[in-house]
């Protein structure tokens, strides 16, 4: 059975560090294009980050470029997302899942920039 389950997300101030992960079940990400993603009330998901399966370059959102970092562990079957100098505009539930041919939804992690 596919799962996401996405965790680490809390309360930071503005210039904080986050390490969000997601652990993954139902599927080898070593075989897939991974992603975060990010979605606040009344907007559409934003994509944030992307990891390849090959040694292609991550690729980020302009807004979080050069502040967030993706990655991945294949042993565990978990994908991460490095939050640096967050601010106040990161704050969203953040969600991981497959670049393309999305697989249902995990419940997300709460992240709240605030001072």
């Known amino acids: 059975q596919v799962q996401l389950v996405e965790s680490g997300g809390g309360l930071v101030q503005p210039g904080g560090s986050l390490r969000l992960s997601c652990a993954v079940s139902?599927?080898?990400?070593?075989?897939?294009?991974m992603s975060w993603y990010r979605q606040t009330p009344g907007k559409e998901r934003e994509l944030v980050a992307t990891i390849t399966n090959d040694d292609a370059p991550t690729t980020y959102t302009d807004s979080v470029k050069g502040r967030f970092t993706i990655s991945r562990d294949n042993a565990k079957n978990t994908v991460y997302l490095q939050m640096n100098s967050t601010k106040p505009g990161d704050t969203a539930v953040y969600y991981c899942?497959?670049?393309?041919?999305?697989?249902?939804w995990g419940q997300g992690t709460q992240v709240t920039v605030s001072s």
């Open positions: 899942n497959k670049r393309h041919a999305w697989v249902s």
């Open positions: 139902g599927f080898l990400i070593s075989s897939h294009v």
